[in-house]
């Protein structure tokens, strides 16, 4: 089989991974007649993709779960949809692979609506049209209890710490024991800080799991990878993962937890942990794939690489080669006050290429973590190399961007830089993945055949 051939169809669909996409409509398109209001129109747009940051004690600035709550920000809120600025959703809807899991995405017919409602003057409407409110999980609840009928099988903490209100930032790097006795295989986990609070002194935290892999080799296909690494991160805007059918991480026997945590003054004092939730497949239920982060490092040839002179734009770039085929599973960049953009390709053991996903204004208050479609996540042959590219704009253009007149490199503060990509990547056996294109083939194929009918 030709890698060539079947990326586009395999990946991106018929059309191929790259596709430009229809000119968005005006956005104050119409019918004259209709009258849009909260409660029937705007309200249901608000509870699929507004509320789960919109809401009480959660992390946005207002809450927008009801008519008076949002009517006073009407205005802004059109300026924010219109521009494309909120919901924070980064990647370019012109390049690449536009279907994700996880996409909180307003498209051309919500952002429409919202802003025909505010230049219709931002009407209730009818009472009886306002949807049954969403049931968010009280306080600091887990995000995928509903999901899973319940909390975590597993929670680790970090000891607590205890933040000044006036302090210079920390890094907090405690060794927790799992105390896992037996192999378990992972199929969902979160972490996060224990109180609303933690969210305010809390940069970032990464937990890195600790263990030996030798003891893998017993447990995974002959020649299957085997790695721990970096297990999983906190940072604003992403709630965990949650790995595919048949697939998951692998948590072995005497594992420990490394936590990397960056806490930073609030103006109070304020002593909080974070924690780490895994849901577990269970016991005698074994996934066939293993899932490992295959990109967490610096795009410049090394973190300790970063150089970016002063009003200038500064673009890096690395290489991942998969030793094995395999599917990409998401794309998540991680840069500091100066990331500008990111971008991953895949170059095909043929030599040819093709753009997965690409950030053009990364925003550092919004860690999104892109999560490929189950039909479009991306499926690669060995050989095949993943090429990231970053852009840092150390110019006075950069909103964000505290001292153009800086030379900055790299470093864990966050006016310092970095230039990451967060990538997991399901590695198969060459069978395995060839029954994985074969199906994905199959089932496009009928999808095809059903929308000619």
């Not at 895994?278 to 990109?295: D, V």
């Not at 053991?349 to 093709?354: C, L």
Request: proline share 7%; hydrophobic share 35%.
């Amino acid at each position: 089989m030709r890698s060539g051939t079947f990326l586009g169809r395999v990946i991106g669909g018929a059309a191929g991974i790259v596709a430009v996409l229809a000119v968005p409509a005006s956005l104050s398109a119409q019918p004259a007649a209709q009258t849009v209001t909260y409660t029937k129109d705007v309200a249901p747009i608000f509870q699929n993709k507004c509320e789960s940051c919109h809401r009480p004690d959660s992390i946005a600035p207002m809450s927008l779960t009801s008519f008076e709550e949002a009517r006073p920000w009407a205005r802004s809120i059109k300026d924010r949809v219109s521009t494309g600025n909120m919901p924070p959703w980064m990647i370019d809807k012109h390049v690449g692979i536009q279907h994700y899991k996880n996409d909180r995405s307003l498209n051309d017919k919500e952002i429409n609506t919202i802003v025909a409602w505010v230049n219709g003057g931002a009407v209730k409407g009818d009472p009886k049209d306002m949807p049954a409110p969403v049931k968010w999980p009280a306080g600091n609840g887990w995000n995928y209890a509903k999901q899973f009928g319940g909390p975590p099988d597993l929670v680790i903490k970090s000891p607590n710490y205890t933040q000044k209100s006036v302090a210079q930032d920390a890094w907090y790097k405690p060794v927790v024991e799992t105390g896992v006795t037996e192999p378990r295989w992972v199929r969902a986990i979160e972490i996060r800080p224990s109180t609303i609070k933690g969210r305010k002194i809390t940069h970032h935290a990464l937990a890195y799991l600790m263990q030996d892999e030798k003891e893998a080799g017993a447990l995974l296909p002959a020649d299957a990878d085997s790695g721990a690494g970096l297990f999983m991160e906190w940072a604003v805007n992403k709630e965990g993962e949650i790995m595919r059918p048949n697939t998951g991480k692998l948590l072995l026997p005497g594992a420990k937890i490394r936590f990397d945590i960056h806490y930073s003054a609030a103006g109070e004092d304020v002593t909080d942990d974070v924690e780490l939730g895994i849901y577990l497949y269970p016991k005698g239920q074994e996934p066939k794939f293993r899932t490992m982060l295959a990109l967490y490092s610096g795009v410049t040839g090394g973190n300790q690489a970063l150089d970016i002179q002063p009003n200038s734009i500064n673009v890096g770039q690395n290489f991942h080669v998969m030793r094995k085929a395999g599917r990409v599973e998401n794309f998540q960049p991680h840069m500091h006050l100066r990331g500008k953009a990111m971008m991953v390709e895949a170059i095909l053991p043929n030599g040819t290429s093709q753009v997965l996903s690409y950030v053009p204004n990364f925003e550092f208050n919004w860690m999104n973590n892109y999560v490929y479609d189950d039909d479009y996540a991306p499926l690669l042959p060995k050989g095949t190399i993943l090429k990231i590219t970053a852009w840092h704009d150390n110019t006075a253009a950069k909103k964000s961007n505290p001292d153009p007149t800086q030379w900055i490199g790299w470093g864990d503060r966050t006016v310092d830089e970095m230039a990451h990509a967060w990538i997991n990547i399901t590695y198969m056996s060459d069978e395995d993945f060839q029954k994985e294109v074969d199906a994905r083939k199959a089932k496009m194929a009928t999808t095809t055949e059903r929308q000619q009918q």
